[in-house]
């Protein structure tokens, strides 16, 4: 009958209890890279959708004024500066005089005739891959800095006086 028990090896156990239980200490360090890179880039995705939806929310709220001449126009109540995207431009007209949103306005119609929006959100997408990398975010913003002076040296060579140009931007910015 001794022989009819099984044999417990109690030494094979000991071993198969000091090996790791977690998933996580048998990742290589390339491996843990890699999930830190794509969480990254899934952070910032989400944080691009979300100021999608933040402009969503504003266009829905706006009023929207046609001229016809292939912009779409809203007027928001939200405190912000006039700004752009795509084919439309977005402002407040309580914010500021006539004369002043004039002005505004031509700058950001440059900003839409000129498509600067494709190049904000490529330089985007290089921030959402790249995330981890200052020269992509050195980039975005000597991007967005170069676009801001083509809109500003168009507005000026169609005539509006340079010094009340730059009280006009000193006093938005």
């Given at each position: 009958?001794?022989?009819?028990?099984?044999?417990?090896?109690?030494?094979s156990?000991l071993q198969l209890?000091a090996?790791?239980q977690?998933w996580?200490?048998?990742?290589?360090?390339?491996?843990?890279?890699g999930v830190?890179?794509?969480?990254?880039s899934?952070?910032?995705?989400?944080?691009m959708l979300?100021q999608?939806?933040?402009?969503q929310?504003?266009?829905?709220k706006?009023?929207?004024?046609?001229?016809?001449a292939?912009i779409?126009?809203?007027?928001?109540?939200?405190?912000?500066?006039?700004?752009?995207?795509?084919s439309?431009?977005?402002?407040n007209?309580?914010?500021h005089?006539t004369a002043?949103?004039?002005?505004?306005?031509?700058?950001?119609?440059?900003?839409?005739?000129q498509?600067?929006t494709?190049?904000?959100?490529?330089a985007e997408i290089?921030c959402?891959?790249?995330?981890?990398n200052?020269f992509?975010?050195?980039?975005?913003?000597?991007?967005?800095q170069?676009?801001e002076?083509?809109?500003?040296?168009?507005v000026l060579q169609n005539?509006?006086?340079?010094k009340?140009?730059?009280?006009?931007?000193?006093?938005?910015?």
């Amino acid at each position: 009958l001794q022989n009819a028990l099984p044999v417990i090896d109690y030494s094979s156990l000991l071993q198969l209890q000091a090996t790791p239980q977690n998933w996580w200490q048998q990742l290589s360090v390339s491996e843990i890279l890699g999930v830190l890179v794509i969480t990254g880039s899934l952070v910032m995705l989400v944080r691009m959708l979300l100021q999608f939806i933040s402009l969503q929310k504003v266009k829905a709220k706006g009023k929207r004024v046609d001229t016809g001449a292939g912009i779409h126009f809203f007027e928001t109540e939200a405190t912000v500066s006039p700004f752009s995207f795509g084919s439309s431009i977005y402002f407040n007209p309580q914010l500021h005089s006539t004369a002043e949103l004039e002005r505004m306005l031509q700058h950001e119609i440059v900003h839409v005739k000129q498509r600067h929006t494709a190049d904000l959100v490529v330089a985007e997408i290089i921030c959402i891959i790249n995330w981890f990398n200052p020269f992509a975010w050195l980039l975005r913003n000597a991007l967005r800095q170069n676009l801001e002076f083509l809109a500003d040296l168009e507005v000026l060579q169609n005539g509006v006086d340079k010094k009340q140009y730059q009280y006009l931007v000193v006093k938005v910015a």
